[in-house]
């Protein structure tokens, strides 16, 4: 099983829609969560942290259930610019922090 | 700014070269890794470092080894190039369980 699974893609929506993508972890000591955001032919780039009480920024949410060992990003009012691989990422604690990347989901937004 | 530099952004070599992919970071953090990214696979850690001349294996190790003889370089070699590890290379560096800067990326081509 992989440590870090997210939803597989492609997600096709019109502008406006909101979009959410899932991702689940199997490391339970793991201690900080992300969302990266990937453009083509870019490297990754922190779209934001995830914390338990949830957070948002914007148009963005990010929620993260520990229990369930479930992470989550909903994008409302998609843009164009949105199109991207969004990426979830956990840090499991194994003698030191590694940093585990999820396979991505890649997002298109059409006018 | 963290800076994280990868020596190359496109490399050719030929099937059983030794190859070396370099990487400096200049924020003095703890953790580096060594990602390769291929179409629908993601990111898949290849190894990682937590302190100067420690590495542990990642999830793709095989035919791969790395260096870290000082804290702001970290450094992958392919002992012996083959075609099926034609891809694209991500240096990333983290401070505990900190967000993740990445290099640019070294596209190499095995031929």
């Known amino acids: 099983r992989k440590e870090v699974e997210q939803d597989p893609g492609p997600f096709n929506v019109p502008e406006g829609a909101t979009v959410a993508f899932n991702c689940t972890y199997s490391?339970?000591?793991?201690?900080?969560f992300f969302w990266y955001r990937q453009d083509c032919r870019k490297e990754p780039k922190l779209l934001m942290s995830?914390?338990?009480s949830g957070n948002e920024d914007g148009r963005f949410t990010a929620q993260l259930n520990r229990a369930s060992q479930y992470i989550s990003l909903l994008i409302r009012d998609s843009k164009l610019s949105d199109s991207a691989t969004y990426l979830c990422?956990?840090?499991?604690?194994?003698?030191?922090?590694?940093?585990?990347f999820g396979a991505g989901t890649r997002l298109f937004v059409k006018a | 700014d963290v800076k994280v530099t990868q020596s190359s952004r496109y490399l050719v070599k030929r099937t059983g070269e030794k190859v070396f992919l370099e990487c400096v970071q200049d924020?003095?953090?703890?953790?580096m890794f060594w990602y390769r990214q291929d179409p629908g696979l993601g990111l898949r850690l290849i190894y990682f470092?937590?302190?100067?001349?420690?590495?542990e294996k990642g999830d793709i190790p095989e035919g791969y080894s790395v260096s870290r003889e000082k804290k702001e370089r970290f450094s992958l070699i392919l002992e012996s190039a083959s075609t099926n590890q034609t891809s694209m290379y991500l240096c990333?560096?983290?401070?505990?369980?900190?967000?993740?800067?990445f290099g640019q990326g070294t596209r190499l081509t095995v031929v």
């Open positions: 990333a560096s983290t401070d505990r369980s900190t967000e993740a800067f």
């Open positions: 490391n339970s000591a793991s201690q900080s």
């Open positions: 995830v914390y338990s």
């Open positions: 990422v956990v840090t499991p604690y194994t003698g030191g922090f590694k940093t585990i």
């Open positions: 924020m003095d953090h703890e953790n």
């Open positions: 470092s937590y302190d100067v001349k420690m590495k």
